[in-house]
């Protein structure tokens, strides 16, 4: 036979059992809002991975040559440098959907990581140099190109065509003249290339509107260079000059691009960190069997002279 609960029970019943049908109410509507969220933030990211597009870079450990053992760890985290590169520039390739002008991503995204490319590829061939026949020509693996996407694919698929011009009728400043036009055409533009490069000839006047970039002399404040480092060091300050020469070239190509602040973080801002790794590899390449010069990193910084 059931007793009857006193009442004070009957109300704690009654109590506790709203509180769970609330929880398992509120449970229900939690977990329905979070499964209406996940969806959308996938479809949303889903969709604007394919709007972007992906970065395709070419493969540089198929084209090394055998390795020196004493090389091969240096070698190895240049290899998954080069992975990093491409993983952070297909980020910042989503991060940045939707911002700047045409040409926005061959000069924020691809420019910078060819030149990232450029210095990580210089680093291998050095390290297997070291002890081995040093490889040659792997800057030529450096550009890399935009795949699928919206209008800067087909800028990409036009600048990698026109890196093939840079002979045509002996204009070498066909390479960037025509990306300007190509991006978002594709390569339908290139077609066009024999009459069209006539108009380069307004160049000179681009140079003279973008003015120039004047760096410090390194070679002038090095000390005595050691025999077993002059080989090195003279390559170094050889790439010291080609950087230059390619930083001025993009001032010309991009003349009238961007904000105020453009040719310092699009231009002088990479110039000086490609700067600093140079200087930085003819300092070790000194220290080796002599005093490291110290220093040098403060010759790194460039400016623009109009």
């Known amino acids: 036979m059931s007793r009857a609960l006193p009442k004070y029970n009957k109300r704690r019943v009654a109590v506790i059992g709203g509180a769970a049908a609330l929880a398992l109410t509120g449970a229900v509507v939690v977990n329905s809002a979070l499964a209406g969220e996940s969806s959308k933030n996938g479809t949303a990211n889903a969709n604007t991975l394919a709007s972007v597009g992906t970065i395709s870079c070419p493969d540089v450990a198929s084209q090394l040559p055998a390795i020196p053992a004493s090389a091969k760890a240096e070698v190895d985290r240049n290899l998954a440098l080069l992975n990093t590169q491409i993983a952070e520039a297909n980020k910042r390739l989503v991060d940045t959907v939707g911002q700047g002008g045409p040409n926005f991503v061959n000069n924020a995204i691809l420019g910078p990581l060819k030149d990232k490319r450029v210095s990580t590829v210089n680093r291998i061939a050095t390290a297997i140099g070291r002890t081995a026949a040093k490889p040659q020509g792997l800057e ?28 045509n009728k002996g204009n070498a400043g066909n390479n960037g003249n025509g990306n300007a036009g190509n991006n978002g055409n594709g390569n339908a533009g290139n077609n066009g290339n024999g009459k069209g490069n006539a108009g380069n000839n307004g160049n000179a006047g681009n140079a003279g509107a973008a003015g120039t970039i004047s760096c410090p002399d390194v070679a002038s404040q090095l000390p005595a260079i050691p025999a077993s480092a002059k080989a090195e060091v003279d390559r170094n300050l050889a790439l010291l000059n080609t950087q230059i020469a390619e930083a001025n070239k993009r001032l010309v190509d991009t003349v009238g691009q961007g904000g105020p602040n453009f040719v310092n973080n699009a231009i002088l801002g990479p110039l000086k960190d490609k700067r600093v790794s140079t200087v930085n590899r003819i300092a070790t390449a000194i220290g080796r069997t002599a005093a490291k010069p110290q220093g040098l990193e403060a010759l790194a910084a460039c400016t623009l002279n109009k």
């Open 140 to 167: 030529a693996l450096a550009p890399c190109a935009l795949n699928g996407g919206g209008v800067n694919a087909g800028g990409a698929a036009g600048n990698a065509g026109n890196q093939g011009n840079m002979g």
